[in-house]
Structures are given as C-alpha cells and as structure tokens.
Antibody, heavy 122, light 108 residues
C-alpha cells in the first residue's frame, strides 16, 4: 500500500527557510507519478504549492514560485520542499501527495500524507 | 489560472437528507478534469471523485459527481453521519492546479 510521510521542523523563525521531506513507501519515486506539496493554513482551504517528477522537472505555484524549491532523492525514495523567506502567513499544515501521470496529463491526488504542522514564529 | 468557486460555503442538513454542492470554474475545465475531495477534522483530504463523475475506491454510491465545462456538482443522495465534512473541488486540466475554497456540510 502506498504511504507518504512528511517530516521536518514544526517551528521556523521568520525570514528563515522551511524545509520538509516526504518519504514514500509502497511505490517508487521513479514511477509514473508526480510528487506534490499542498498546504492548508489554520481554518482555511487547500493551496497547491508545487510538484516534481523523478526526472527533476518541476512545476510551482505562481504566487510562491520565487521562494519554493522542490527536489527529489531517488536513492532515499523521497522528495523535499524548501520555502525561503517565510512569514507568519506560511504557517500551515503541509501535505505531500501523489498524482498519477500518463505522459500527457498529471492527474488528481490519489494518495496523501497525514500532514505536518509548521508554525512560523520567533 | 482557473478560479474555482464553491457554493454554498456551509450546508446545514440532517442525516438522511440530500446534499447538493456546486463548483463553478472561471473558464472551462479541460477534459472535465475535475476532482472532489472529502476532508474530516484533523485528517488529510481524501480523493472522492475524479474525472468529474468517477467515484474513487472506498466511497459508496450515495456519492455522485456530475457536470462539465464550467459547472460541476457533487451530490450526496442520503447523508450518513460520517459524511459530515468539508468538500473541496480541484481542477487538474490546466496548470497551475487550483482548489475551490470548500463547502462545509454540517449537521443541522
């Protein structure tokens, strides 16, 4: 069964960099899927951050593009999120998810991690 | 980017009633690549509907999706206690992917 597990610091200082990792089990990071980050501020809706294919190709949210880097580590079967210059507005639960890909279309999110809460505060 | 507007924001219903949730897109959703997710408090979203009308594994047939182009609907024919949750629509036909703001289905 496919499982995704987020990990990383729960507290990040303003102007710092938020770094999270998503460990994938039950599937290969090199399979035909894109690997995605989504976040949810407290009491609010879902926001797509960006995603990566095992080749290293990435897609990012327009609003976050200047601060986001997503990378993949095939040897560890995991992918990571770095978000720089964080402010309180970046406080959220961060989810990783899988999106199937048929070489034409990147589809819906069929598997999700449980999420990790990150607070930006001094 | 495609903006998805969900209505109503909150739906107050009793168990056994029918729930109708709307998702309207600012432009046509390519190939009806529209998904719905269910999210319960403290849990990750869970894929419910994809391709506008295809039900994901594990959900009963009281859940159905319909629509095309810019107007989509999620219907729950008879609400069960476990169906009270927040529902999000999401389009994946055009980058960037976008979500609606969610509809909360609460117990009346």
């Amino acid at each position: 069964q496919v499982q995704l597990q987020e990990s990383g610091p729960g507290l990040v200082k303003p102007s710092g960099t938020l770094s999270l990792t998503c460990a994938v089990s039950g599937d290969s990071i090199s399979s035909s899927n894109w690997w995605t980050w989504v976040r949810q501020p407290p009491g609010k809706g879902l926001e797509w951050i960006g995603e990566i294919y095992h080749s290293g190709s990435t897609k990012y949210s327009t609003s976050l593009k200047s601060r986001v880097t997503i990378s993949v580590d095939k040897s560890k079967n995991q992918f990571s999120l770095n978000l720089s210059s964080v402010t309180a507005a970046d406080t959220a639960v961060y989810y990783c998810a899988r999106a199937p890909y048929d070489y034409v279309t990147v589809y819906y999110f069929d598997y999700w991690g449980r999420g990790t809460r990150v607070t930006v505060s001094s | 980017e495609i903006v998805l507007t969900q209505s109503p924001g909150t739906l107050s219903l009793s168990p056994g009633e029918r729930a109708t949730l709307s998702c309207r897109a600012s432009q046509s959703v390519s190939s009806d690549y529209l998904a719905w997710y269910q999210q319960k408090p403290g849990q990750a979203p869970r894929l419910l509907i994809y391709g506008a009308s295809r039900r994901a594994t594990g959900f009963p047939d009281r859940f159905s999706g319909s629509g095309s182009g810019t107007d989509f609907t999620l219907t729950i024919s008879r609400l069960e206690p476990e169906d009270f949750a927040v529902y999000y629509c999401q389009q994946y036909g055009t980058s960037p992917r976008t979500f609606g703001q969610g509809t909360k289905v609460e117990i009346k």
